[in-house]
């Protein structure tokens, strides 16, 4: 097998440690496949190292802004070298919360109600009534965000350093439970229900074993599983994704099943780390680690 394929990771972003974790596995995937492989630590050099390797394939195992918002998806396009995951617009307005649901409204899809305010008008008082979740509009991996629950007091959070910017996301907290369902290029694969240790899926919690159970595949009510792939599914196609993508969902079952289900957002480019949820759909579906990333290789693509 002759194809060269730069895996490119790590970069500045706040789940950079994350992101090296996915590429490092990915390059040992495909290596053990006997593709050639330059690993690719993405700094203000990486143009010239795209350049230098010439690559057949990039697989783009960023997290966070710059890889995961169209950015780099924008250069691997002008270089013309064909990448893995979602284009430059998908990228875009997934990683923009508020973007993002006004798509997926629009998709007949529902999302918790919310509203995006100034964060220091959040820090001021109650903008929306508790509980309510605090969102940054441009990260990932539950970076920044913060649950708010009757009887709390948000103000505590005025003191912490918040580097996500002058707007926040505020949306209505669902009650219930974890379901994340991964999508594979036009099928959903299945579901998956995490139930954290602490008091919600964060981002110590998602990459720190031990800190959460994973129950696979989610024992919801069935209808209500169908549903969520289904809803998986049509939020991929609703922003054009391509590749693999996992979507966030809360269940909302305090009354009982069946429950109702609400879409919180899509990742375009989900881990791929040993705590990741993907290869842990993906293997529960008879698709082994490296079958999922030789199947992204060869099916990355450009835009144009």
């Known amino acids: ?29 495909l290596i053990g496949l006997g593709y050639n492989v330059t690993a690719i630590d993405a700094d203000r050099s990486l143009p010239a190292r795209l350049l230098e390797c010439a690559p057949d394939v990039a697989f783009n195992a960023l997290h966070g802004r710059l890889g995961e918002d169209g950015c780099v998806q924008g250069l691997l396009e002008v270089l013309g070298i064909p990448y893995t995951h979602s284009g430059v617009l998908a990228s875009a307005v997934a990683m923009n919360k508020p973007a993002a649901k006004k798509l997926f409204a629009e998709a007949g899809l529902t999302c918790p109600e919310g509203k995006v305010c100034k964060y220091h008008e959040v820090m001021a008082g109650d903008v929306f009534a508790p509980p309510y979740v605090i969102k940054p509009l441009n990260e990932g991996s539950s970076v920044g965000v913060h649950i708010v629950l009757d009887g709390d007091n948000q103000l505590h959070l005025a003191g912490e350093d918040w580097p996500f910017g002058d707007e926040v996301l505020v949306e209505k907290y669902i009650p219930g439970r974890e379901i994340q369902v991964a999508v594979m290029g036009e099928r959903a694969l299945g579901a998956i229900e995490i139930k954290p240790r602490g008091r919600f899926y964060d981002y110590e919690t998602k990459y720190t074993e031990g800190k959460a159970e994973h129950f696979m595949p989610a024992p919801i009510h069935p209808d209500c599983y169908a549903e969520a792939l289904d809803i998986a599914l049509r939020a991929h196609q609703a922003l054009g994704c391509r590749g693999v993508s996992r979507a966030d969902l809360r269940y909302d079952d305090v009354a009982g099943e069946p429950g109702a289900l609400y879409l919180l957002e899509i990742n375009t480019q989900p881990g791929m780390t040993p705590l990741s949820l993907v290869p842990e759909i993906a293997a529960d579906s008879g698709i082994s680690f490296p079958d999922l990333v030789a199947w992204m290789v060869e099916n990355a693509s450009c835009d144009n």
């Open 1 to 29: 097998m002759s194809t060269n394929v730069a895996v490119i990771m790590g970069g500045p972003s706040v789940e950079r440690e994350v992101s090296l974790v996915t590429g490092c596995a990915v390059e040992k995937a």
